[in-house]
């Protein structure tokens, strides 16, 4: 694995004419159609829509976990062949293995990693402190809030140190203090760390609050629908009159998205 | 990160009762303690006091009821002649070879249904027909190739043992969650990873039912074995006793063997509870 500070120059991603069907109760379903997109190394997108439209499916392929029947997704300039340490991914449920306490949680990541069993522990022991949990690391996840385990489950997320960091809808569970401080908390990390990290949300204050750029899809068949660039540092205000502006112009694009019928 | 303070606040592994604890809590922890270990005592208290007096008063005769007063007397003098200890081993034995037996057999055919939908087709319909046939259903069949020597004990006891482990094991395998799953495909988890490091230990609650269920049903098909062919075991006391009509000596056996079936569950549950620390304490 590669030593920290080097990460940014990794994490490209491309997505090129991409396309997803289903079968559902034996009818063809197309998830995704035409879908193109270039992520630049250390970028932060955020992908913004409402449910069903494929943004979770979106985040699978770039995950390696699907894949894709049309057009190809590539990584690094690599074709995404499967899942890979390389790209960490974190889900909307922290998934934490109830019978592992916080620091085999996240050791639990490193198990195919190669490194030595000292490397192992220092790194686990770096990415639990990274995301403010120390002392915390003998603690079962039943002992812990529901912000606390998604903090281990980012700090398993980013112990391989991926170039690419996948969220899905990762503080959708959250109440709204926590989700706010995680927000703070992961772009901070992201800002000094320099992975390149893909955010999947319906929320469209979390999508312009943190993304470098938001991709807004549109369902049935999903499809790119906008890509509003955010031209704000960080970190930001989230009373900022920018994002004000670019709220409506996302809830507009959202809107048009929704089926007549919805 | 800024959130060490803030996440500070949220529950630490220790109870809290033995820490904060003032005189007033022990007292209490230990009033609850006392109230725990009490309440089960009641019902057989109370049973046992009607036994008295039934045979105090001669409802029945007392070949029939003995006073449980001689009970006891037969207890401590099968415990000093070693009759019972003697015989206690024996039993203990034919468990411990029928249950290891049935249990790995059972975790294992288990385990090979959970993982492959084709082991289970094949197998699942035939272990579920076998499951239907009462254990003491299979004595006269395998009395023929067995004889009624300790192969047929062992092996109705682990036939016994089989049928819940199985059952329990592949719920088990079946009931963990997919999206965990999905977590060790992120990391690259081989299949030996898989098995042993999510499979199995998210399995070990059902797992574990059905192992106490296995070590119940084996003790009782000992009884039903012993009672049927043997010339020594708890269960061959129960028969000779009766045969003898000492009544005395059937329900001593009877407790003895209560006793055994209690304990063996207490410790293979001491067992589940320290492989579920992880678990929230109830």
Known sequence: ?262 | MSGAAYAGAAARPAAPGRRAGGAGRIAARLRAGIATLLLPLLVPAALLLLWSVASDRGWLPAQILPAPGLVRDTLLDLWRSSDLTRDAGISLGRVAQGFALGGALGLLLGAAMGLSRTAEDYLKPLLTALAQVPTIGWVPLLMLPLGIGETLKVAIIAKAALVPVVLNTLAGIRAVPPALFEVAAVFRYTRAQLLGRVLLPAAVPPLFAGLRLGLTNAWKALVAVELLASSEGLGYQLVWGRQMMQMDVVIAAMVVIAAFGLLLDAGLGRVERRLQRWRVAA
């Open chain 1, 1 to 262: 694995m590669s030593a920290p500070g080097d990460v940014a120059a990794r994490g490209r991603v491309e997505l090129r004419g991409v396309g997803k069907r289903f079968r559902v109760d034996g009818r063809e379903l197309t998830v995704l159609d035409g879908i193109d997109l270039v992520i630049e190394p250390g970028e932060f997108v955020t992908i913004l829509g409402a449910s069903g439209c494929g943004k979770s499916t979106l985040l699978r392929l770039l995950a390696g976990l699907e894949h894709p029947d049309a057009g190809e997704v590539r990584h690094d300039g690599r074709a995404i062949a499967g899942t890979g340490l390389e790209r960490g991914l974190v889900f909307q449920e922290p998934r934490l293995f109830p019978w592992l306490t916080v620091a085999e949680n996240v050791a639990a990541a490193l198990l195919n990693a190669p490194l030595d069993a000292d490397a192992k522990r220092r790194a686990v022991a770096g990415h639990i402190a990274m995301v403010g949990l120390g002392g915390f690391e003998r603690a079962y996840p039943h002992q812990l809030s529901g912000g606390m385990a998604q903090r281990v489950a980012i700090a398993r997320g980013l112990v391989n140190r991926p170039g690419l960091l996948l969220l899905d809808e990762p503080f959708g569970a959250l109440d709204a203090f926590t989700r706010e401080q995680l927000q703070d908390e992961l772009r901070a990390l992201q800002a000094r760390e320099g992975f390149t990290t893909v955010l999947v949300t319906h929320d469209v204050e979390e999508a312009l609050y943190l993304g470098d750029r938001v991709v807004v899809m549109s369902p049935r068949p999903g499809r790119i629908r906008a890509v509003i660039a955010v031209p704000l540092g960080q970190p930001r205000d989230r009373a900022d009159e920018l994002l004000g502006r670019l709220h409506h112009a996302a809830r507009a694009a959202l809107r048009d998205t929704l089926p007549l019928a919805a």
